[in-house]
Structure formats: structure tokens, C-alpha cells
């Protein structure tokens, strides 16, 4: 599995705003969702990441790491480029080295369908938990990173502002890391 | 999780001839990939089937059951779907509950940066392996339908011959399911 | 993988009730317990199966099918055996045909060291979905087999009285399954 | 999910090696294997960890990190306590957040009910891949510590000599990594 040398800003692997408007109204879209988390040398998780971001309308919401993955671009190196994005170059994530999600969040448009919702579109996202080492930086549009515990994650009204059904995710994450919900 | 009646066939969800080629040069596209079995009642598989189909060019080529995921569809329609159209309406599958797939298979436009290949586009297929019950009738461009002990599976050469590294992906679930590759 | 004929009735499959009291408390116990569900033909979940159980100082608790591996036995025959023991004859499960659990309880006599506990003995549980499409009939000294739908089985208070923590694993389950907790 | 103190020296975390014996012969033991990898910044495997050890009758045996899992001991203190038992205190291992193995082993007595062979007893193992970031020193009985690349550990005959199936279930975590077999 030898690295092709990818540029990835070259005309193929992005969309104009139109063609990617319009590919979104006619098939599902791949996504990556990441929940970063902290944990002590046993693999033990002390607190998991949460971005506190700014919509384009002006309102704060809470998120995960996600993102787009692109042409031509493996799913690792989707990970590695949006945990970049909303963590900084120092995060230093552990991408994991198996390429199974731990879920795969299905985000209709219409409302109801599943747990998981984007009025832009159809998405499909492999979820991943992904420990960080290093310092994190929000980046960009994200204003703040907040981590909390699992208890306090998972105490009530904390995840219920998530947007997109992030809240849902985050909980079916400490789930399958063991956690009594 | 409440079903929405999805009516397929309409505008949004299938994509002119055209539109598909644009995206494929674009965007990775979503795909199911299944690897049909035969199992006692123990769960133990007795056989895996492969499907003989004719390529456009005139050419025999071994396949696994596989599909693209359409707009505004579930991935356990998907499956439904597209097993339903190689294997026939009455081989009663028996679709995972889980939507976790055993592996998630990337398929490149250019060889060898995976040990899967697709000519027309990048694909990301989620892979899981679908038990079936029923009779089994080869449908469309399927010329034949075979089932192979994970003994003869395994065997030199029968994989081989393979499109896109299906051979890779069915060995892949064979080891999966605890088998000695 | 050859099966080999096993009399699991033999000497050295079943331990003496003083010698399984032994090595209780010198050794973690293998387990495996099982989600029993019943799914629609897309593998969507219907319903949960739980069981209401009279324990031996006489009180009702709702349980999961669950139940030791022995000496020599495989998990697949484990995981038959069990849920033919709780369910009868006539449950026609389908046993999943991949080795990999969805997640592993560890039960401590201790309490708190995980949500699992077992005063008995530290055990160690594969955990299993398994639709069933048969007759289930409760055995032995199981009172009844109720099934729940999973809205109505995360209806508050429902799972809280479940005996060991399976009310917690009952809960893992469904997020698994992708439900919304 | 409090961490309790564990002495696991005392009486009841060790059997004698009368009583073990016993055991062994009535029990399935629990055990953990672990594939330690190094791995590169984004979740890619550079190479895999083999262990050359002399077995007690004077032969040469490539194995993985293998151990049981002691009484009131959670799975990854035994993962911990084996890895640092075989490659040192400053392996610093990344062990993973989740309880789910990539794969269940099970190692019977009588040779070909599974790839897996334990001529001692039947140990069933939940098997994780570990990528490890700090420095390996070989202990105890092990004579010392190979790292292959994931290509010259597939290639013929290396891994035909290791030890109670260690072989298959390597291949099997190559697979599980997407590798092509």
C-alpha cells in the first residue's frame, strides 16, 4: 500500500460551491466524524473533546471534529487533515490503524429517519474515537474547546444543544468504550 | 427511527449518465460490498457465494455482490437492494443489525494505493458479510451464481481472477470469520 | 476447522460444585450473554427479548440470556446452548457467523469497578445481538420472555431493575445498533 | 468506573501451580493477545512486533505477547501487565480506549477444532493491535524482539514456525488492517 503523492488542491479534489450544491441534492456525501478524547497510559479515557463553533447565522453550537472526505484522498488522511482543521498542527492524534468505524452515522435531510440530521444534504460518516497527546488549538471558525469528563458529558442537557445528532454520537461512543448510559 | 417512503426512482436519486461521470471525477462514491453466505445453525459458514458476470468488454470476470448506496437511502436498503439484484428476490437474506460493516474497502482510481482498484472512480465501501436463506437465482448480467466451501475459496488461484480486489475483500471477511488464510 | 464430537457431559467439562467454587474466586469465568432480538427482513430491530427470572431467594429480576462457556466447548455452541437453554428449542436464533463480540462486560464482585457485577465471581462476558426467528418458550426457571420494543425498553425505569448490570449492556446494545440513548 | 487498588500478589489473584493445573483442565482460561505495531503519524502500520523466545524444553518459538488475565483484573491492566512483561517498562504502549478485540482466539487442546493449538489448555483470547511508541527491551525468557515490515512478515514461511496458531492470528490482524493476503 505505497503512498501516491495526492495534491489535493488540484482541480479534481474540489467542487465549486454549485457542482458540490449540486452533487449534494444527488448522492449521499462521505464524511469522517471524529470524537477526540484524552486517556491515561491504560487506554482509560479521563475526558472526551467537544468544539464550541459559530454558525454561519450567527448562533454557538457544539460539535465534533467532522468533515468531508475528499477525491482521491484515503479515510486516514481525511482524519488527519480535519482533526488538523479544528484541532491545530500540535494536536498530535492517534489515528487508529484499522480502518472499522466504530458506528456509521447515516444523516438524512428529512428530520426523523435516524438519530443523525443535515438539511444540507445526505451524509454518510464513518465514526471514529481518536485519542490526542499533544496540545489542541481550536482553529478558524471554531471559537473554543472544551473537554469534560464522561460523567460530565454524559449529564444531562450537556449534549442535548449538539448539533446534528453530535450529542447521540458522543453518547453511542462512550458507549462502546464501556460506559453505562 | 421511523421509515420514510423513498420513492427511488425519482430525480434526485438516480443521476443522469452524465452527472454520475462529472461526480465520479469529483467525489468519492459510496458503495456497499456483501459477501454472501451459507451458514448452519451454529453460524458456522458452509460456503461463500461469488458471482460469474460479463463485463461490457465481453469479458468473465468473478464479483462479490456489490452496489452504490442512492440519495436518501439507508445502508441496510442498500444492501436489500443490491442483493436483491444479483441474488434475486427470494434468497432471504439476513441482513446485520449492526450498522458497523467488518471493513471498510477504499477503492482508488490508481493502482496500488490500496489493494483495491476501481478504473471509473473513487469508491469507499462499506464490506459486511450477509448470511442467506433462500433460493439464490442469478439476475440481469449475472451469468452464474457459484458457492464454494471457505476451503476451496481459499485455494490458489480461484481468487485471483477477481475484479477490483474482490478476492482481497472476500479473504479479508474469511479472516474475519476466524479462518486460517 | 473440523468439528470434533465433544461430550460436554463428561468429567472434566462440568466442575463440582465445591470445585467451581474454588476457582471462582481464584479465576476469571467465561461468559458469554446475548441480546436475543427480533428483526424485520432489512435486519431492523423489532423488539428486545428480556427475561423475568425467579432467583433462588425468591425475587423477580429481568435478565439477559447469559450463561458460562465450558471446558472444551466453542463459543458459537456456547452461544447455542444458552439461548436453547432460556429460550427453548424452537427459537431458531441466528447466530452471528463472526467471532468478534460487540462489546466485552467485565463482572466484578466488587462493586463499582465497571457497571457489571457479579457477587459471585469475576466473569469476563462476550457479548452477542442475535435475532431469533422461531417460538420462544421460557425453560427451566424462567417465569416469562417479555419483548420489548427498543423505545419502550429505553423507557425510563424499564432496564433499571435488570439484574448484574444487564440493564446497562441491554442499553450498549441498542447504541450499537445505532439507537438514539 | 472508579479504579480499585489491586494487590494482584495476593492470595486469591495467584494460583498454585497445582491448583492452575487443575484449572486448566476444567476451565476455559482467559487470555489476551496482543500484535504490537509501530505505526507512522497517521494510524499506518511501519511494522509488527514478533517475539523470539526459548520454550522450556530448549526449542526457539516466534510468538506474540500473549498472558492471562488474573483474578479482579480488568482486560487492559492485562494488556498492560503483558506488554510491559514482554517488551519492557518503556514500551509505552497505546492501549486502545475500547473493550472490543478485533478478534476472539480460541485455543483448544485437541489439535484442529480452530487454527489455534494449546497443547496446556483451553484458553480463549481476546486479541488487540497495540501500536507501541517508546523503546523495546526484551524480558525475562524472551530471547529477543523482531520488528518486521507488514511485507516480509507475509511472506512465506516466517510466520509458518510461530507458535500455537500466533501465525494465523497475526495474518488475521494484517488482514483486519486492510492489508491483502
Known amino acids: 500500500m505505497a503512498d501516491i503523492d495526492l495534491d489535493l488542491d488540484s482541480a479534481t479534489a474540489w467542487l465549486a460551491p454549485d457542482e458540490l450544491r449540486s452533487a449534494r441534492e444527488r448522492l449521499p456525501i462521505l464524511y469522517v466524524d471524529v470524537v477526540p478524547v484524552r486517556a491515561d497510559e491504560r487506554g482509560q479515557i479521563e475526558s472526551v473533546g467537544i468544539l464550541l463553533r459559530a454558525t454561519t447565522d450567527g448562533q454557538i453550537t457544539r460539535e465534533l471534529v467532522s468533515g468531508r472526505v475528499l477525491y482521491h484522498e484515503r479515510i486516514r488522511d481525511a482524519l488527519m487533515r480535519n482533526?488538523?482543521?479544528?484541532?491545530?498542527?500540535?494536536?498530535l492524534p492517534e489515528i487508529p490503524p484499522s480502518p472499522v468505524p466504530f458506528t456509521v452515522a447515516e444523516y438524512f435531510p428529512t428530520p426523523g429517519v435516524t438519530p443523525f440530521h443535515d438539511p444540507r444534504q445526505h451524509a454518510v460518516s464513518l465514526a471514529f474515537?481518536?485519542?490526542v497527546r499533544g496540545e489542541c488549538e481550536p482553529q478558524q471558525d471554531t471559537l473554543d474547546l472544551t473537554w469534560l469528563t464522561?460523567?460530565?458529558?454524559?449529564?444531562?442537557?450537556?449534549l442535548a444543544d449538539m448539533d446534528r445528532g453530535h450529542g447521540?454520537?458522543?453518547?453511542?461512543?462512550?458507549s462502546h468504550l464501556g460506559y453505562a448510559l
Do not use: S
Not at 482533526?83 to 494536536?91: R, S, T
Open 129 to 131: 474515537i481518536v485519542p
Open 83 to 91: 482533526l488538523e482543521k479544528d484541532l491545530g498542527a500540535l494536536a
Open 168 to 174: 447521540v454520537l458522543l453518547r453511542q461512543a462512550l
Open 150 to 158: 464522561p460523567e460530565d458529558a454524559l449529564a444531562d442537557g450537556v
